[in-house]
């Protein structure tokens, strides 16, 4: 079963915009980790943030996680046309073999 | 440098077939995964191994079938069970077993049926 839900299903900018994407999740989790997909291509991790963390940054990214609300938000800064890709939310649920389940991801477009 | 190598990146099966995906690791990683991934989705688990000689089914393991005799090896057969095969299949690694470690993926094998 699919935990993560991203929103945006679609997002199309300009370069050096700001590009946000959220991720809402049903059950509690260990951490929480982001992935980016070029077309055609395996899964990159970008950043894991564990349920005691509240932000985290590098480079470009900024996530943050509330695990209140159940969700968390990838923020891209400045966007260039080479992040043009699918982004994926994966949850670490806190029980049993603590699988990593993936979203159905937000398709990125930065046109130049 | 280190990483995952799958193997063929096009795959086609013709009816009744069994086929095998080929992946290898040379980052020395105890866990290796293999999953699915159909158009417009997520990723589905299908198996994963967390140590040499001993794996365990996912979500979909219906119609596939592993082995783990090698650290660095995890080949995956679509057997001709799996009614539905086409879609694209991407094996990961990670340091160890369960989700505290990142996971590091191929570029992935698709599958079409001839």
């Known amino acids: 079963s699919q935990q993560g839900e991203e929103d945006p299903q679609a997002l199309s900018i300009q370069e050096g915009e700001n590009a946000t994407m959220n991720c809402s999740y049903k059950?509690?989790?260990?951490?929480l980790q982001w992935y980016r997909q070029n077309s055609g291509r395996g899964l990159v991790h970008l950043i894991l943030?564990?349920?005691?963390?509240r932000e985290k940054h590098s480079g470009r990214l900024r996530v943050t996680l509330d695990t209140s609300k159940k969700s968390s938000s990838l923020l891209i800064t400045a966007s260039r046309a080479a992040d043009t890709a699918s982004y994926f939310c994966?949850?670490?649920?806190?029980?049993?073999?603590?699988?990593?389940?993936f979203g159905t991801g937000t398709r990125l477009l930065v046109s130049p | 440098d280190g990483g995952i190598t799958q193997s063929p990146k096009y795959l086609f099966r013709k009816e009744g077939q069994n086929v095998t995906l080929s992946c290898e690791q040379n980052?020395?990683?105890?866990?290796m995964y293999w999953y699915r991934q159909d158009p417009g989705q997520g990723l589905r688990l299908i198996y994963y191994?967390?140590?040499?000689?001993?794996?365990q089914k996912g979500d979909i393991a219906e119609g596939y079938s592993v082995s783990r005799e090698k650290k660095e090896s995890f080949p995956l057969t679509v057997t001709s069970a799996q009614k539905n095969p086409t879609a694209f299949y991407l094996c990961?690694?990670?340091?160890?077993?369960?989700?505290?470690?990142?996971?590091?993926f191929g570029d992935g094998t698709r599958l079409s049926i001839l």
């Open positions: 980052l020395n990683h105890d866990a």
């Open positions: 059950t509690s989790i260990n951490n």
């Open positions: 943030i564990r349920s005691n963390e």
């Open positions: 990961a690694s990670s340091t160890t077993g369960g989700s505290s470690q990142p996971q590091h």
């Open positions: 994966a949850t670490a649920p806190n029980t049993g073999f603590q699988k990593l389940v």
């Open positions: 191994s967390q140590i040499v000689n001993d794996f």
